[in-house]
């Protein structure tokens, strides 16, 4: 792989393409589970996990694949993976596991991870799907990850609540004054719809705004072209004789 393809797949995944932002796909745990940072960032690696391996599990049996039943054979990989981590977090974060509920079981519908496998992972070797499903999940994981945060410090004040669930022993930090009264629109499907919006807002505006950086960058001077030859040769009057 050249670098210039591990830029290509980083950028589609984090930024370009991004899933949350840009393709808008797996609304649902998106806004169900972003109340706060930790449970987003928690299915978010789910997710990632799940991502990485179906892509290098499909890339690696694409050409044994038959092109008809390739739909039903993709569900049927992603769905032993998604029950192999819903076990895990089952056994390692009980806790967490209740909270975050059926949202891990519908890993295997996500719409995320059926369209890079679709999309990606059939068509590409398996280094590059793999890859690809990391930084697509590593996108989702930041996208989550913000838009938790912000609806955890906007709704309570506080920031990655629940993280004892986690880690043992450590606790939720207090970023506001503890009689902050909160803001309940944040925590409620309605805000996170909004602050989604702002969030896509904000990307936007980045993107144009390089645009027109872009454009406005001056075109660097081009090297003096070379004198074209005559194709009849040299038309200058050979000297009298």
Known sequence: MSREEFRSIAHNGLWKQNTGLVQ?????PLLAIS???????MLSLATILVMALANVAVASLRNLIPHEIRIPVFILIVAALVTVVDLLFNAWFHQLYVILGIFIPLIVTNCIVLARVEAFAAKNPALHSTLDGIFMGIGLLWTLALLGALRELIGSGTLLAGIEMVIPGASAIQVLPADYPGFLLAILPPGAFILLGCL???KNWLDQRAAARERARPASPAAPAAPAADPAG?????PAG
Do not use: E, F, K, Y
């Open 24 to 28: 808008l796909l797996g609304l649902c």
């Open 35 to 41: 109340t706060n940072m930790v449970n987003a960032v």
């Open 200 to 202: 896509i807002a904000w």
């Open 234 to 238: 040299d038309a200058s009057p050979a």
